[in-house]
């Protein structure tokens, strides 16, 4: 925001009825001081100070990173990574798409000429250099969010003061009449609507959790709620006899005793979240899995005259749906999305729900009063709630019979570590002169991490050390540590669970490191790294995983120790690998490189690519980083990935790219060309069924020109968003490009005209035009 001007558009942002008053304009005595710093009179901003203050954060990290860069100079190493976080930065201008594009020889793992190997202490400062740069996007969008925040709030206190005094008049002439006139409420939901927008845009930071007595500390029970106390409004199912006696129960138990025994376990678990609380279909799926109550296998099923394979995820749907159709659960409609996600459970259900768990013993988080705590119920399942780590039973030898414990689950604790502790003590044996290694066989599900897909809840590990306990439980099934704070690598003993299925790590934000042994897990199915910023490569063993089949976030980066670092081609390797989201933070790693490496995956049926920031190299001979001419390789790089040119070298061109036959969606995120390349022009889609693109500076087209019939493409759903320069008309769009087209997603797409979308920007076709 330009610090001499008034924004454009603020005027025209004040609620209507107010401007015509001639309140804008006028300002109560009194009010100047209270100005947010950098505003005067009638909203004008002030001329910028040219003094500095010295405890801006912006300028002391400037002065660490000069001297970390010094330093870097001094020890001479390979270089320093950058890294953006979303495709969002593209589009605020933070990356740039102007890098140019080389082979896949070079991409994947060409070493800088004379540069030195990478050893395991190589990486301190490029670390440093990467989270200071980080560090200080943050703090400039913090410093800007803070000034637009004050200016906005600062623009409706006069019009506020002005409706009060207007208030205060009309009561006094009539005091009969109601207070707010029509254009009053209307005024003041334009300024809630906006104050809402702006409180929607602070992150959510963690307060400062004061220090708790120790949890093997037996005196007192402690505090580890941040100083405040557990609030739980009364459940409807306090009163037992009333519930039963409402015919709301009586048809949940009547739809309840007509499940199968799989599907009653998976209606019940809906009784640990809150009522009415989004949750989340794949989150759910991961737990049904890790229970044991869904198969990891495909199944057959039979619809009509026809078998069809269902896969673990279409088991879920099937298994909603019929809660939906029996009205038991309702999914959330967004019109951004063509199915549901998520689902949610009324009051009164979700209270029958509870009831039911609770008497068959299942889940047990209600006491008496109500309030939520933390109880083993009687077939062993754990539910964390907000204050568990309080409670006598957080403490390690206060938990009876963990080992019998099967599930332990976080439903809203903060600080789930001590958990780790019920699983890691040796028990004497009988002549009680020896220790005996004992494993815990009955766990199956240790979900510690959020289970929201929104990051309102902070959770923290506050000791990882702890984390070596994870080597006694030897039949964990899922383990999640989703949105966890200050866990920055994952123990070796997380090597140690052979039967583990799914490894959640989504959005733990400070984990760098991936264990090299990740070839234990030879369960492995499921695997999610995705928004783990800090990770900058990926080990080699991880193409070993023979079972893996989903596996999101993997990194592509300039890591150039080929012993020790996976790279994309090596993942062919995978062959049950069918959905793949890819990271792009190497320079020139263009969509021709990624289509080479993944041209052979045989089951590959969804694609996700990122174009994120770009890891920077100090320059080598023969290459000119001022010019960026991309026909431009050295030598030295040419032929070094031995082991990924023997992949390719079956085929009749191996520097030709190609869809994987099996692909039937796509996703591309922040596009760095001005086209689509030949190959993935529109016409050549023959099997992929939904194509998403999600920002792309430079693109302008699907292809260099106008194809001159309607193209063979099969694509039915496309999202379209952030492409400022993508110039093309529905009719084009819809008959030359994607004549089969049902679905479209257009968001800041100013130049795709013409399109029938709705006031969001979406458009379906209509079922009587359907065949």
């Not at 969002?88 to 990356?95: N, S, T």
Request: charged residues 30%; glycine residues 6%.
């Amino acid at each position: 925001m330009d610090s001499g001007t008034q924004p454009e558009g603020l005027q025209a942002a004040q609620p209507a009825g107010l401007q015509a008053a001639g309140l804008q304009a006028a300002q109560p005595a009194g009010l100047q001081a209270a100005q947010p710093a950098g505003l005067q009179a009638a909203g004008k901003r002030k001329p910028p100070t040219t003094t500095e203050d010295p405890n801006d954060p912006q300028h002391i990290i400037h002065d660490f990173l000069t001297i970390v860069n010094k330093l870097e100079k001094e020890v001479d190493l390979p270089g320093a990574i950058t890294r953006a976080r979303t495709y969002d930065a593209e589009v605020d201008g933070l990356i740039t798409a102007d890098q140019p594009q080389t082979n896949l020889g070079r991409a994947e793992s060409a070493p800088i000429p004379n540069a030195k190997p990478e050893g395991p202490d190589d990486h301190h400062i490029p670390k440093l250099q990467r989270n200071l740069r980080l560090l200080k996007e943050d703090v400039a969008k913090l410093q800007y969010l803070r000034s637009e925040v004050a200016e906005e709030v600062w623009k409706h206190i006069r019009p506020l003061e002005l409706l009060l005094e207007n208030v205060a008049k009309e009561q006094k002439k009539n005091p009969t009449k109601p207070p707010l006139t029509l254009g009053m409420k209307k005024d003041l939901d334009d300024i809630n609507k906006k104050i809402f927008n702006l409180m929607c845009q602070v992150p959510l930071l963690p307060n400062k959790r004061k220090k708790a007595k120790g949890l093997d500390d037996d005196d007192g029970d402690g505090d580890n709620n941040n100083g405040k106390g557990i609030v739980c409004l009364p459940g409807i199912h306090a009163n037992k006899a009333d519930l039963r006696s409402r015919a709301v129960f009586r048809y949940v138990l009547r739809e309840f005793e007509e499940l199968s025994d799989q599907r009653k376990i998976c209606l019940l678990t809906f009784a640990v979240f809150p009522e009415n609380q989004e949750v989340n279909r794949t989150m759910l799926m991961y737990w049904w899995m890790g229970e044991g109550i869904l198969s990891t296998k495909d199944i057959s099923s039979q619809e009509g005259t026809e078998e069809v394979i269902l896969k673990p995820e279409d088991v879920v749907k099937v298994i909603l749906k019929d809660f939906t159709d029996r009205n038991l659960i309702e999914p959330v409609e967004i019109k951004r999305k063509v199915e549901p996600s998520s689902y949610k459970m009324a009051p009164f259900v979700h209270a029958s729900v509870v009831l039911i768990s609770k008497e068959i013993g299942l889940f047990d988080m209600y006491d008496i009063k109500d309030k939520p705590v933390m109880k083993k119920s009687g077939m062993h399942k754990v539910c964390l709630v907000e204050g568990s780590s309080s409670q006598q039973e957080a403490k390690a030898k206060k938990m009876e019979d963990v080992d019998h414990i099967e599930t332990v689950f976080n439903v809203s604790e903060r600080f789930p570590d001590f958990t780790f502790k019920w699983f890691s003590e040796d028990k004497p044996t009988r002549n009680k002169l020896t220790l005996s290694k004992v494993t815990y066989q009955k766990l199956k599900v240790f979900y510690l991490g959020r289970w929201e897909r929104t990051a309102k809840r902070h959770i923290e590990v506050e000791n990882p050390e702890l984390m070596k306990n994870l080597k006694r439980m030897i039949k964990l099934k899922l383990l999640s540590f989703q949105g966890i704070s200050r866990i920055e690598r994952l123990d070796d003993a997380v090597c140690k669970l052979r039967d583990l299925i799914i490894l959640d790590l989504r959005a733990c934000y400070n984990l760098e490191k991936l264990p090299d042994k990740i070839d234990s897990l030879k369960a492995l199915i499921y695997l999610d790294i995705t928004d783990c910023y800090m990770i900058d490569r990926m080990p080699k063993r991880l193409s070993w995983l023979d079972n893996l089949e989903v596996l999101k976030g993997f990194v592509v980066s300039d890591a150039t120790d080929e012993e020790t670092v996976c790279t994309l081609a090596e993942l062919v390797h995978l062959k049950k690998l069918r959905k793949l989201s890819i990271s792009i933070n190497k320079e020139n790693f263009s969509i021709d490189d990624v289509f080479v490496a993944v041209k052979s995956f045989k089951k590959l049926e969804k694609l996700k690519v990122a174009w994120g920031g770009i890891n920077t190299h100090p320059q080598g001979k023969g290459v000119d980083s001022e010019k960026g001419d991309e026909n431009v390789k050295p030598k030295e790089n040419i032929g070094i990935l031995e082991r990924a040119a023997t992949m390719f070298r079956k085929e009749k061109d191996p520097t030709a790219p190609e869809l994987p036959k099996t692909l039937k969606k796509l996703d591309l995120q922040c596009f760095p060309g001005e086209h689509l390349p030949e190959w993935l022009e529109p016409d050549n889609l023959l099997n992929v069924e939904k194509l998403y693109i999600k920002g792309g500076i430079k693109l302008t087209g699907f292809g260099k020109s106008l194809p001159s019939q309607n193209s063979k493409c099969k694509v039915t759903v496309l999202r379209l968003k952030f492409l400022p320069k993508l110039k093309v008309e529905w009719r084009d769009l819809s008959k030359r490009y994607f004549p089969e087209l049902k679905f479209l997603e257009k968001y800041q797409c100013p130049q795709v005209s013409l399109c029938p979308c709705d006031g969001i920007g979406i458009w379906r076709k209509p079922e009587e035009d359907e065949v």
